[in-house]
């Protein structure tokens, strides 16, 4: 065992930081006043090569391993979860399915672009009936000579609007359910292809939430993602790279949790002294510590075990399930530490309470990393 | 970074695992019932080498490291936790202070057999009114030409009455206070040092806890371990490491109850099915399971810290109180899942959660883990 980052991994994380202090921390409380989508800094990120981490260096990426990405995210999102998870949709499930499944056009016609940031990548599957239960999408994609046209709804969509490319999911064979379903990449301009409600949300300001209407796109044959009838494959393929990422996110919040409410105990004083004096508040700060600590060492494992190319089904969603609850818990935790002040938005901890809830939910809720855990226990 | 264990750990792990399944297991419900201590069973840990698992062959150990005996105690208590702590105590809390302060000539004559399990070891530090509160000790040795002359009562000394080695703290210098402590090694047999009442307990029945009174006891003065004044040290820095045996002790005991929660599960049949399919319990075994894993990781890294020199003493803390809790929690759900039957003697399961208890209580409570974390945290 080695419990240690490389010496590589080390340098990526003090350039994170780095990053993360300078370009994204001065920003976070515009995005929290307006719910501006950062841009300038999706460009900035791109230019510092943290757009394509695991793009290989023949795509204008960086090839990094997959450790080194989930340090990106877990920077990052200590510092501002909505940029954390443009970053995590953008690679993860924006970028990577046409790195694993996409022909050797498709990937120079757009891993180039997605890797420097001059694209952003979305990923459309969701629907409003068809969220858990993912396989049972009914947007249609109807092959029409050189074209598809499809016609749906798609919620939801992490980067909506913003996005240039979409990695969309929809029916091509009815009658074959989940066998029945293609990938496609869409892009931004596509005749037919309009950005729909963007939701108001509870936290990650500035990460845009939108709705997706496909009313007769038309969508080039030649942007269909492996073969037909292999969609639903090519969503789930990727699941423990989401999951390890959303992990991640969370894992961030949580620590910032914990950062935000000792520094704030140790200078706030009540009875003439300070509050972590007070062994309530003192042994609360152990207690969200040790929960970041454990997290922080499942999310790494998890992430040891994919860049190894190991399986991690099971550690990546006691990941997602660990870290999720933690950065809830520290968050709320936090709150209360700050009293009446961390109610208030003059102070960090009310944005990583709202920012927290939704890593409970996205990337498969904790309920479905549960039964994912427990069909694993029970097929040893 | 790595989370693999090398091949010799993982053959070791094997090695106890066979061990304790096959030698410890089959009469662990007996020894609990009749509150009896097997010596045997130290004899054959010790013809396996696991009785100095972490000390160089010089001294008669088995030259492996701290993360190694970690696994040995989990193992242990993966089928029993008495015997985990009988190790547990003997490494951590009696042997690892003649290796770390001892001189040349106590480590070959009280360290070499202690290794080599020819003798038993206990730790001496508790007192009727002094608990986590180590420092309000009362026992006091007063130096008298080549001795020094203890008097005074130590309680909850675990291993006591068996063992042959015992590490004893007591006041030198009473006006300095927890300066004025000083550690000695006392031998079984001397005069004036007898054993008072055996605890009935909760759990780790088949742990003898006994009290044990030092009536005008002679002990040599070059039996004093470390420095006059030196023991307060001696103690704390004792139960830095000691209180990762206990960490691995209760993920040992959450481990056990947990394989067979999951095993009834499969096996037992409900409304015509086996309760495994159902989702409440499904969820209760994923969450059993990522606590646990989340603790292994906690311990493993205390203990690889130890092993590279780093510190380990906030790591440790953390280990314990998470590993301590959550062998109570997922104890206590395995007796759920058993239901009736597992609230029956008939089945390990409620012996498991009468010992989980005492993994929070023991070397340094829960509470005192949290004000090590918090005080750390304080300072950072």
Not at chain 1, 138 to 158: M, Q
Not at chain 2, 42 to 67: R, S, V
Not at chain 2, 200 to 210: N, Q, V
Request: with cysteine; aromatic share 10%.
């Amino acid at each position: 065992m080695d419990f240690r980052f490389s010496e590589e991994h080390e340098m990526m994380r003090r350039m994170v930081q780095d990053f993360a202090q300078k370009e994204i921390a001065p920003f976070v409380p515009v995005m929290e006043e307006t719910e501006q989508f950062p841009r300038h800094i999706v460009k900035k990120m791109g230019e510092t090569g943290l757009m394509g981490i695991p793009v290989p260096e023949e795509w204008g990426g960086a090839g990094a391993d997959f450790i080194s990405y989930i340090l990106a995210i877990h920077e990052i999102s200590k510092v501002s979860a909505t940029v954390g998870v443009i970053l995590s949709v953008h690679t993860s499930v924006g970028t990577n399915p046409i790195l694993y499944f996409g022909s050797d056009e498709q990937k120079r016609k757009y891993l180039p672009k997605l890797a420097s940031g001059e694209y952003l990548g979305a990923f459309a599957l969701t629907e409003p009936q068809a969220g858990s239960d993912a396989g049972n999408i009914r947007t249609t994609a109807v092959r029409k000579g050189d074209e598809y046209i499809l016609n749906g709804n798609k919620v939801f969509i992490t980067n909506g609007g913003e996005a240039d490319v979409y990695i969309t999911f929809a029916v091509t064979d009815p009658s074959q359910g989940r066998r029945g379903i293609s990938a496609f990449i869409v892009e931004k301009d596509t005749p037919g292809f309009i950005v729909g409600k963007k939701e108001k949300k509870m936290g990650l300001f500035g990460s845009n939430t939108t709705e997706l209407i496909f009313d007769n796109a038309r969508v080039p044959a030649e942007n269909l993602l492996g073969q037909e009838g292999i969609g639903f494959k090519i969503a789930m393929a990727n699941l423990d790279y989401g999951r390890i990422g959303i992990a991640a996110q969370a894992l961030g919040i949580a620590e910032a949790a914990v950062q935000y409410a000792t520094d704030y105990a140790k200078e706030r004083k009540q009875f003439g002294q300070p509050i972590i004096k007070q062994q309530a508040v003192a042994f609360n700060l152990a207690d969200m510590a040790t929960r970041a600590e454990a997290a922080r060492l499942l999310v790494y494992r998890a992430a040891f075990l994919r860049s190894r190319g190991l399986a991690c089904g099971m550690e990546a969603s006691m990941a997602k399930k660990f870290a999720s609850d933690a950065a809830m818990i520290n968050a709320t935790e936090a709150v209360q530490i700050f009293g009446g002040y961390g109610y208030t938005r003059e102070y960090p901890v009310e944005r990583l309470f709202r920012d927290a809830k939704v890593t409970q939910i996205y990337e498969g809720t904790t309920q479905i990393q549960h039964i994912v855990i427990a069909k694993h226990l029970l097929s040893t | 970074m790595n989370f693999h264990l090398t091949e010799e750990q993982e053959m070791l792990r094997k090695m106890i695992r066979d061990f304790a399944e096959n030698q410890v297991a089959p009469t662990a419900a007996e020894r609990d019932e009749e509150e009896r201590f097997d010596r045997s069973i130290f004899e054959q840990m010790a013809e396996l080498g696991l009785t100095g698992i972490p000390w160089p062959e010089k001294y008669g150990g088995a030259g492996a490291d701290y993360l190694s005996y970690v696994l040995a105690v989990e193992e242990l208590s993966r089928v029993d936790a008495s015997i985990g702590v009988t190790l547990s105590a003997h490494v951590s809390l009696a042997s690892w202070p003649i290796y770390k302060f001892g001189t040349e000539e106590q480590k070959q004559k009280y360290l070499r057999p202690l290794a080599e399990g020819k003798k038993l070891g206990a730790y001496c530090l508790t007192e009727p009114g002094s608990g986590s509160d180590a420092a309000g000790m009362r026992t006091t040795a007063v130096r008298d030409g080549d001795h020094y002359v203890l008097n005074g009562s130590k309680i909850f000394i675990t291993n006591a009455g068996e063992a042959e080695i015992y590490i004893v703290f007591a006041l030198t210098n009473p006006e300095l206070k927890h300066k004025g402590i000083t550690a000695f090694i006392v031998e079984k047999g001397m005069p004036g040092f007898t054993m008072g009442k055996k605890e009935k307990k909760l759990g780790i029945r088949s742990s003898p806890t006994l009290a044990v009174n030092f009536e005008d006891v002679r002990v040599p003065v070059e039996n004093v371990l470390g420095e006059e004044g030196q023991g307060f040290k001696i103690a704390m820095m004792t139960l830095d490491g000691g209180r990762n045996g206990i960490a691995a002790q209760a993920l040992g005991i959450a481990q056990g109850a947990f394989d067979h929660a999951l095993a009834y599960a499969k096996e037992r049949h409900q409304f015509g099915k086996p309760i495994a399919s159902l989702q409440a319990i499904q969820f209760k075994l994923a969450d059993m399971a990522t606590k646990i894993e989340a603790a292994r990781l906690l311990t493993y890294q205390a203990a690889w810290l130890e092993d590279q020199g780093l510190p380990y003493g906030k790591a440790s803390a953390m280990s314990k109180v998470f590993a301590g809790d959550i062998a109570m929690e997922v104890t206590t759900e395995a007796v759920q899942i058993f239901g009736g039957y597992g609230y029956t003697r008939e089945y390990p399961v409620e012996r498991f959660m009468r010992d989980a208890k005492i993994t929070q209580i023991y070397e340094g409570t829960n509470e005192i883990q949290r004000v090590v974390i918090s005080n750390y945290l304080l300072k950072e």
